[in-house]
């Protein structure tokens, strides 16, 4: 069979992304503009402004991943199109652009669910590095900004199935990096920023107990994959006890002198970045940082690979932008080595969102001729089945 190369377009949160993949193997180009410097005075996405930023980028992002892929609008086999989830505005951008072009080029339109395409980055890139035997089932944890899941990951011949076996109850992983980082005023995005602080700080400092999660999961079932015999069993995560310990830390020691100098100084700085903020920050500042970190780190890796373990996995996927973090991808080399899993994470560039895992996650649909008619409409919410 000829390859096929497929235009991904992606507008699901703050970042306007185009790329083109070769049979859902190989990335040929890969094009982001991120929102970072519009929405950074705000410390968190500003979804009027995140719709008004991709309106403006779209044209000129899709015609550049074009152009450095050799590509043109007419010699793509199809296109794919985040859906959801993500801001109802600015998914409606990629979404309307992606039908127009599909309408008026008469190709076919692919729409794909931005986690699928989290978890398919993952594939994308093991089959770049020319691994084509990652073992099934997979359990795929997709750690971002607006999600914490836990999917355990089958192939098909009709293309994956997931099957969602727990989440946050309350924040996502992601959301909480960024709401302390707002806490202590070390600028937007918070994880990056928290990831390199983190590193000149005493993780041991401060303890932040574990959350307790009531009644899920169920102990003591045994090694065994979820399915009739064991109902409703999920493995769930909670992020927003830790926030609010991190607030009643900074109260408690009286912190709020100093983080409302550091917010000043930051103002007056164009996008800083982390060795800007670094000289910033006193010693209890970086301590609370490093000890939030790991206290992250240890529970999302302690309840994946507890996960792992009941569900009887055969390779684990650690995704989305949270997944770019060092300590977790050590943490998790480490712990899956231990517990005898191969573990594969994106490179950092497509852990973070892009539209290259759209056109990878389409390619499985592409080949079932699942494609998507131009009633198409985007879904803040979908969920990922
Ligand atoms: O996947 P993504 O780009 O967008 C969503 O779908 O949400 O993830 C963005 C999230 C943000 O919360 C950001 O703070 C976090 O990923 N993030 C990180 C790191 N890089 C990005 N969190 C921790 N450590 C990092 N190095
Ligand atoms: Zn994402």
Redesign the pocket.
Known sequence: MRDAYILGIET????TAAAVVRSGEQVVSNVVASQIATHWPYGGVVPELASREHLRAIVPVVRRALEEAGQTYQSVDALAVTQGP?LAGALLVGVSYAKALAFALDKPLIAVN?LEG?IHAVLLEEKQKGNHEVRFPVLAL??????THLYLADEQERGWTYENVGQTRDD???????KV?KLLALG?????????LARHGNREAVNFPPAHIKGRPRPGRGRRRVGADTPGMTFDFSYSGIKTAVLRYIETHNMHPAIEQRRRALAEMQSPKADGVLKLCDRQTLDLVASF?RA?VGDLVGKTLNAAGELDVATLFI??????????RAAFEREAAMAGLPAYFPS?PL????AAMIAAAAYPKFLARDFAGLELSAEASLPLK
Do not use: W
Not at 12 to 15: A, G, K, L, P, R
Not at 188 to 196: A, E, H, R
């Open positions: 699901s949160c703050d970042e993500g931005h989290h997709v750690v971002s900004g607006g999600h996502a992983a992601g959301e909480a990096f960024d980082a937007y995005p918070g994880g990056p920023v928290i990831d390199k970190q992250m995704t989305g932008g949270v997944a770019a973090n060092s300590e977790l950092r852990s973070t969102d892009n």
